[in-house]
Structures are given as structure tokens and as C-alpha cells.
């Protein structure tokens, strides 16, 4: 079994990666308004992005339940 310790490092890199995955979204945006601006095909490229946001959202589950896990130690803890 982890540790306490192993999961709030786990849910900092959690954090962490959404931040990523936050900024990847924007850029993607950003480009699909310069593709749009420029007269460009974007159909790929919003493509992209719903696959980025998908994985977010997952990313985003998978962060919650660490969470919920330090939560619990944290409590069986007494803390």
C-alpha cells in the first residue's frame, strides 16, 4: 500500500498536469482562431481539441480519486 506521503505527491503531480494539459487546451484554442482568421480548414485541429479535452476530463477523475484517497488516510490518520 502507498503512503500518505506518496499520494499527496501523486495529487501534486495531478495538479500539476492539469495545469499542463489547461495550457495545451488554450493553445490549441488559440490556434483555431488564427486558423479561422486566416481562412483555414479547422476541422482537425477543433478534432484535436475535443480529444484534448476528453483527456483533461480524465485526467480530472483520475485526480479527484487521489484525492479522495488522501482524504481518507488523512482521516484514518486522526488528522
Given at each position: 500500500?502507498?503512503?500518505?506521503?506518496?499520494?499527496?505527491?501523486?495529487?501534486?503531480?495531478?495538479?500539476?498536469?492539469?495545469?499542463?494539459?489547461?495550457?495545451?487546451?488554450?493553445?490549441?484554442?488559440?490556434?483555431?482562431?488564427?486558423?479561422?482568421?486566416d481562412g483555414h480548414d479547422t476541422r482537425a485541429a477543433k478534432k484535436l481539441l475535443a480529444v484534448f479535452r476528453e483527456t483533461r476530463a480524465a485526467m480530472q477523475g483520475h485526480r479527484d480519486l487521489i484525492a479522495e484517497l488522501v482524504e481518507r488516510m488523512t482521516a484514518?490518520?486522526?488528522g
Open positions: 500500500m502507498r503512503s500518505l506521503d506518496d499520494e499527496l505527491r501523486a495529487l501534486s503531480k495531478a495538479d500539476a498536469d492539469l495545469m499542463d494539459a489547461d495550457a495545451r487546451i488554450q493553445h490549441q484554442i488559440d490556434l483555431i482562431v488564427e486558423l479561422e482568421r484514518e490518520r486522526g
